[in-house]
Protein backbone atom coordinates (compact mmCIF):
# COMPACT_ATOMS: atom_id res chain seq x y z
CA UNK A 1 0.00 0.00 0.00
CA UNK A 2 1.15 3.29 -0.42
CA UNK A 3 -0.27 7.20 0.18
CA UNK A 4 0.60 10.66 -0.63
CA UNK A 5 -0.20 13.58 2.02
CA UNK A 6 0.58 17.23 0.75
CA UNK A 7 0.80 19.58 4.03
CA UNK A 8 -0.56 22.24 2.58
CA UNK A 9 -3.18 23.11 0.54
CA UNK A 10 -2.64 26.54 -0.25
CA UNK A 11 0.63 28.37 0.08
CA UNK A 12 0.73 32.28 -0.50
CA UNK A 13 4.42 33.60 -1.32
CA UNK A 14 5.40 36.91 -2.57
CA UNK A 15 7.27 37.15 -5.62
CA UNK A 16 11.07 36.69 -5.12
CA UNK A 17 10.28 34.88 -1.84
CA UNK A 18 10.91 31.17 -1.07
CA UNK A 19 8.94 28.69 -1.90
CA UNK A 20 8.60 25.31 0.52
CA UNK A 21 5.59 22.48 -0.57
CA UNK A 22 5.84 19.31 1.75
CA UNK A 23 5.01 16.32 0.72
CA UNK A 24 5.16 12.81 3.38
CA UNK A 25 4.36 9.64 1.61
CA UNK A 26 4.41 5.78 2.70
CA UNK A 27 5.39 2.98 0.83
CA UNK A 28 5.67 -0.93 1.20
CA UNK A 29 8.32 -0.48 -2.27
CA UNK A 30 11.13 1.50 -2.57
CA UNK A 31 9.24 4.02 -3.99
CA UNK A 32 10.31 6.46 -7.30
CA UNK A 33 8.56 10.20 -6.24
CA UNK A 34 7.87 13.10 -7.94
CA UNK A 35 6.55 16.76 -8.12
CA UNK A 36 4.28 17.62 -10.91
CA UNK A 37 2.39 21.07 -12.16
CA UNK A 38 -0.43 21.46 -13.04
CA UNK A 39 -1.19 25.17 -14.90
CA UNK A 40 -5.34 26.06 -14.83
CA UNK A 41 -7.01 23.93 -17.64
CA UNK A 42 -4.00 22.03 -18.73
CA UNK A 43 -2.15 18.85 -17.75
CA UNK A 44 0.39 17.55 -15.28
CA UNK A 45 4.36 18.79 -16.47
CA UNK A 46 7.15 16.84 -14.56
CA UNK A 47 9.07 19.02 -12.45
CA UNK A 48 11.45 16.48 -10.73
CA UNK A 49 11.82 13.12 -9.99
CA UNK A 50 13.78 10.49 -7.25
CA UNK A 51 14.30 7.29 -8.21
CA UNK A 52 16.80 5.79 -5.73
CA UNK A 53 20.02 7.69 -6.93
CA UNK A 54 20.99 11.55 -5.47
CA UNK A 55 18.52 12.34 -2.29
CA UNK A 56 18.84 15.81 -3.27
CA UNK A 57 17.12 16.07 -7.12
CA UNK A 58 16.71 19.83 -9.14
CA UNK A 59 14.41 19.81 -11.67
CA UNK A 60 13.02 22.72 -14.49
CA UNK A 61 12.27 26.05 -13.75
CA UNK A 62 14.66 26.15 -10.34
CA UNK A 63 13.16 23.72 -8.39
CA UNK A 64 14.51 20.90 -6.13
CA UNK A 65 13.15 18.28 -3.74
CA UNK A 66 15.06 16.35 -1.29
CA UNK A 67 13.94 12.89 -0.29
CA UNK A 68 14.39 11.91 3.26
CA UNK A 69 13.67 8.56 3.43
CA UNK A 70 13.95 8.55 7.73
CA UNK A 71 11.48 11.29 7.65
CA UNK A 72 9.23 9.71 4.62
CA UNK A 73 9.37 13.24 3.64
CA UNK A 74 9.56 14.49 -0.34
CA UNK A 75 9.59 18.57 0.03
CA UNK A 76 9.61 20.65 -2.62
CA UNK A 77 11.55 24.38 -2.82
CA UNK A 78 12.48 27.15 -4.97
CA UNK A 79 14.76 30.01 -3.62
CA UNK A 80 12.61 32.73 -5.33
CA UNK A 81 9.07 32.34 -6.61
CA UNK A 82 8.40 33.58 -9.98
CA UNK A 83 4.40 35.32 -10.85
CA UNK A 84 4.16 32.10 -13.40
CA UNK A 85 4.77 29.77 -10.57
CA UNK A 86 1.26 30.08 -9.38
CA UNK A 87 -0.08 26.43 -9.99
CA UNK A 88 -1.20 23.62 -8.66
CA UNK A 89 1.44 21.42 -7.24
CA UNK A 90 0.69 17.27 -6.84
CA UNK A 91 3.37 15.13 -4.98
CA UNK A 92 3.14 11.86 -6.70
CA UNK A 93 4.52 8.30 -5.05
CA UNK A 94 4.91 5.20 -7.89
CA UNK A 95 5.71 1.84 -5.76
CA UNK A 96 4.97 -0.93 -7.74
CA UNK A 97 3.31 0.32 -11.16
CA UNK A 98 0.39 2.47 -9.76
CA UNK A 99 0.60 6.32 -8.58
CA UNK A 100 -0.65 7.65 -5.81
CA UNK A 101 -1.42 11.59 -5.62
CA UNK A 102 -1.62 13.76 -3.01
CA UNK A 103 -4.40 16.36 -2.55
CA UNK A 104 -2.65 18.74 -4.29
CA UNK A 105 -1.24 22.60 -3.38
CA UNK A 106 -2.61 25.73 -4.67
CA UNK A 107 0.17 27.93 -5.28
CA UNK A 108 -0.24 31.76 -5.43
CA UNK A 109 2.43 34.41 -5.83
CA UNK A 110 2.31 38.20 -4.83
CA UNK A 111 3.24 40.80 -7.04
CA UNK B 1 11.73 15.13 -23.30
CA UNK B 2 9.30 12.78 -24.03
CA UNK B 3 5.89 14.16 -24.80
CA UNK B 4 2.51 12.73 -24.25
CA UNK B 5 -0.48 13.93 -26.78
CA UNK B 6 -4.17 13.92 -26.04
CA UNK B 7 -6.94 14.77 -28.42
CA UNK B 8 -9.38 16.17 -28.58
CA UNK B 9 -8.20 19.29 -25.62
CA UNK B 10 -12.04 20.03 -25.49
CA UNK B 11 -15.23 18.26 -27.07
CA UNK B 12 -18.70 19.11 -26.57
CA UNK B 13 -21.19 16.18 -27.26
CA UNK B 14 -25.10 15.48 -27.48
CA UNK B 15 -26.36 13.20 -24.02
CA UNK B 16 -26.22 9.98 -25.33
CA UNK B 17 -23.58 9.87 -27.71
CA UNK B 18 -20.10 8.43 -27.53
CA UNK B 19 -16.55 10.36 -27.51
CA UNK B 20 -13.51 9.11 -27.51
CA UNK B 21 -10.29 10.46 -27.15
CA UNK B 22 -6.93 9.75 -27.97
CA UNK B 23 -3.87 9.38 -25.95
CA UNK B 24 -0.53 9.60 -28.08
CA UNK B 25 2.94 8.72 -26.86
CA UNK B 26 4.72 10.74 -29.30
CA UNK B 27 8.37 9.85 -29.22
CA UNK B 28 8.64 6.82 -27.25
CA UNK B 29 6.79 3.67 -26.74
CA UNK B 30 4.57 2.51 -24.27
CA UNK B 31 3.18 -0.64 -23.10
CA UNK B 32 1.26 0.83 -19.96
CA UNK B 33 -1.19 3.96 -20.21
CA UNK B 34 -3.01 5.44 -17.57
CA UNK B 35 -6.89 7.17 -17.81
CA UNK B 36 -7.17 9.66 -14.80
CA UNK B 37 -10.44 11.87 -14.31
CA UNK B 38 -10.08 15.32 -12.57
CA UNK B 39 -13.02 16.93 -10.88
CA UNK B 40 -12.78 20.98 -10.76
CA UNK B 41 -10.23 21.52 -7.79
CA UNK B 42 -9.71 18.01 -6.89
CA UNK B 43 -6.68 15.79 -7.66
CA UNK B 44 -7.16 13.19 -10.05
CA UNK B 45 -8.52 10.30 -9.80
CA UNK B 46 -7.27 6.93 -11.67
CA UNK B 47 -9.85 5.04 -13.89
CA UNK B 48 -7.85 2.51 -15.22
CA UNK B 49 -4.52 1.13 -16.54
CA UNK B 50 -4.16 0.10 -20.33
CA UNK B 51 -1.71 -2.06 -21.38
CA UNK B 52 -0.87 -2.92 -25.26
CA UNK B 53 -2.86 -5.91 -26.43
CA UNK B 54 -4.79 -7.09 -23.46
CA UNK B 55 -8.01 -5.66 -21.66
CA UNK B 56 -7.65 -2.70 -19.44
CA UNK B 57 -7.82 -3.16 -15.39
CA UNK B 58 -10.23 -0.94 -14.00
CA UNK B 59 -10.76 0.84 -11.24
CA UNK B 60 -12.81 -0.38 -8.81
CA UNK B 61 -16.35 1.85 -9.47
CA UNK B 62 -15.87 2.49 -13.12
CA UNK B 63 -17.68 0.93 -15.57
CA UNK B 64 -15.83 -0.21 -18.10
CA UNK B 65 -18.63 -0.74 -20.69
CA UNK B 66 -18.73 3.15 -20.04
CA UNK B 67 -15.32 4.15 -19.90
CA UNK B 68 -14.15 1.74 -23.13
CA UNK B 69 -10.50 1.64 -23.73
CA UNK B 70 -8.20 0.42 -26.31
CA UNK B 71 -4.35 0.19 -26.10
CA UNK B 72 -4.00 -0.95 -29.97
CA UNK B 73 -0.31 -0.04 -30.32
CA UNK B 74 2.34 1.23 -28.44
CA UNK B 75 2.17 4.30 -28.70
CA UNK B 76 -1.92 4.69 -28.51
CA UNK B 77 -4.35 4.12 -26.42
CA UNK B 78 -8.24 5.51 -26.91
CA UNK B 79 -10.65 6.21 -24.28
CA UNK B 80 -14.37 6.08 -25.08
CA UNK B 81 -16.98 7.54 -23.06
CA UNK B 82 -20.02 5.78 -24.39
CA UNK B 83 -23.72 6.87 -23.70
CA UNK B 84 -22.11 9.57 -22.28
CA UNK B 85 -24.20 11.79 -19.86
CA UNK B 86 -23.61 15.13 -18.62
CA UNK B 87 -22.07 13.99 -15.32
CA UNK B 88 -19.59 12.79 -17.32
CA UNK B 89 -18.37 15.84 -18.28
CA UNK B 90 -14.85 16.13 -16.62
CA UNK B 91 -11.49 16.43 -17.73
CA UNK B 92 -9.60 13.47 -18.87
CA UNK B 93 -5.94 13.33 -18.65
CA UNK B 94 -3.76 10.07 -19.66
CA UNK B 95 -0.40 9.49 -19.00
CA UNK B 96 2.06 7.43 -20.69
CA UNK B 97 5.14 5.09 -18.83
CA UNK B 98 8.80 5.07 -20.11
CA UNK B 99 11.34 2.37 -19.26
CA UNK B 100 14.53 1.33 -19.69
CA UNK B 101 17.39 4.44 -18.61
CA UNK B 102 14.77 7.06 -17.76
CA UNK B 103 13.38 4.91 -14.76
CA UNK B 104 10.11 4.52 -15.62
CA UNK B 105 9.14 8.09 -15.73
CA UNK B 106 5.09 8.94 -16.34
CA UNK B 107 4.19 11.56 -18.35
CA UNK B 108 1.33 13.44 -18.65
CA UNK B 109 -0.72 14.43 -22.00
CA UNK B 110 -2.59 17.95 -22.14
CA UNK B 111 -5.83 16.85 -20.75
CA UNK B 112 -9.38 16.37 -22.59
CA UNK B 113 -12.39 18.40 -21.66
CA UNK B 114 -15.66 16.72 -22.23
CA UNK B 115 -19.02 18.81 -21.52
CA UNK B 116 -22.39 16.53 -22.58
CA UNK B 117 -25.13 18.63 -23.09
Known amino acids: AQSVTQLDSHVSVSEGTPVLLRCNYS??????LFWYVQHPNKGLQLLLK??????LVKGINGFEAEFKKSETSFHLTKPSAHMSDAAEYFC?????????FGAGTTVTVRA | GAVVSQHPSRVICKSGTSVKIECRSL??????MFWYRQFPKQSLMLMAT?????????EQGVEKDKFLINHASLTLSTLTVTSAHPEDSSFYIC?????????????FGEGSWLTVV
Open chain 2, 50 to 58: SNEGSKATY
Open chain 2, 95 to 107: SAQTGGNSGNTIY
Open chain 1, 27 to 32: SSYSPS
Open chain 1, 92 to 100: VVKGDYKLS
Open chain 2, 27 to 32: DFQATT
Open chain 1, 50 to 55: YTSAAT
